[in-house]
């Protein structure tokens, strides 16, 4: 997995138990208003506050992923009681470019065909608002991500 | 943390990421169309298959837990590759004797009034469905949870 170096220096705790946890669980809303969550390997935090992961484009949680659809990633680090969340927008992305840089052969039991399997695909998810905690139930910090407005602002103010 | 006999048997492995790992994410839709998540500290799993929370009535994720509000609860044993994803339906419940049934001295830090908080109160989660995998990406199992279907239905059918 890749941390670059961010952009908004809010972002470097963030960054730290995205590098250290890897596995996000993400939560998205279903048409029928339930809310499901999947774990999700995190291939990449870019240094705009963009998310990056593989994800086969017919599976259900990407036919779900409209323009701009709010996602949420769960972290945690549970050794540490580190937990987090992002509350994001998030977008296919078809960039073979993109997938050669990401891909790693640990991902290859889930995508057994890799690169040449038509239905990968990448799923990017712009950070809009991270929140951490080291307990339980108290917010020790809010980091109000704003890394990506200087390439795709989003139609959401910060609290 | 209790754990009870689960009425529904598959619930059983739900039940033993849950004995686990202890601390939940719970994902909620805001009112602005965002997901946002927090940790939780989980008090028990009852035979009827719901999850039950202390929580502070007036913190923001309970001000919108309005009867069968639709939550995501997120579990991980990060050493044991286990994921599990709980959907439910979530209620503030105001009952002395089952606080006093759940209380335990490990969440005073976050309730240090204890029990004479008029701030504190239960937050009960019915599960509608459980999903669960042990690799990424790949759904091993789905226990179809209708552990509340005996006391009290709610209106959703399972996929």
Known sequence: MEIDEQHNAALAKVAEIIGDAKFAMLTTLEKDGTLRSRP????????????????????????????????????????????????????????????????????????????DDPDLALLKVSIMEAEYWDAPDSATARADAHAHSHNAPLPRKSP
């Open 40 to 115: 999700m390997a995190t291939m990449q935090l870019d240094g705009d506050g963009n998310l990056w992961f593989f994800t086969s484009q017919s599976s259900p949680k990407i036919v779900e992923a409209k323009p701009d659809q709010q996602v949420n990633l769960a972290y945690m680090r549970t050794d540490k009681q580190d937990y987090l969340s992002i509350s994001g927008a998030a977008e296919l992305v078809h960039d073979r470019e993109k997938m050669q840089d990401l891909w790693s052969p640990w991902v290859k039991p889930w995508f057994p065909k890799e690169l």
